[in-house]
């Protein structure tokens, strides 16, 4: 009797599926984010507010971006460098940027074109934009 017992305690932990290796959880990479927080209504244009976070191993001393605003039809309204300047690791920090001559309600899109710079001791040139996540707040699409 001890002996079938055996068998079945052996028989029930062979038939018990085991998680496969991809369902194990692992630790995010590390990255970038930027948050496009809200558009707001300035003196002769519009701010862009966003959140920052550098999640990577090293300070970034300083990281721009160009961005294209793109209007309500779709088409590119302009081009422009937004400086956000030092991303402290292990950070998260508040950027705004006030833009002469852009009116929000008009802006459907913001379309990060490229990082201008991207730099820092130990921070490999092209961490800004290959680390890079985004996401919008704002009600306006935001990304790559």
Do not use: W
């Not at 191993?57 to 300047?85: C, H, N, Q, S, W």
């Not at 802006?107 to 919008?136: F, H, M, W």
């Amino acid at each position: 009797m001890r002996r079938a017992a055996s068998l079945l305690v052996l028989t029930s932990l062979a038939a018990v599926p085991l998680a496969p290796a991809s369902a194990q959880t692992t630790a995010p990479e590390p990255h970038v984010s930027l948050d496009l927080n809200a558009l707001q209504p300035s003196e002769g244009g519009c701010r862009l507010t966003f959140v920052v976070a550098n999640d990577l191993a090293t300070p970034i001393d300083r990281a721009a971006y160009e961005m294209a605003l793109f209007d309500k039809a779709g088409v590119v309204d302009r081009l422009t460098v937004l400086d956000f300047k030092s991303l402290p690791s292990g950070r998260t920090k508040v950027s705004r940027f006030d833009l002469k001559g852009v009116d929000c309600a008009n802006v459907s899109r913001v379309l990060i074109n490229d990082a201008t710079e991207c730099s820092g001791a130990g921070t490999a040139p092209d961490a800004c934009l290959s680390a890079l996540k985004t996401q919008s707040t704002s009600g306006i699409s935001f990304g790559r």
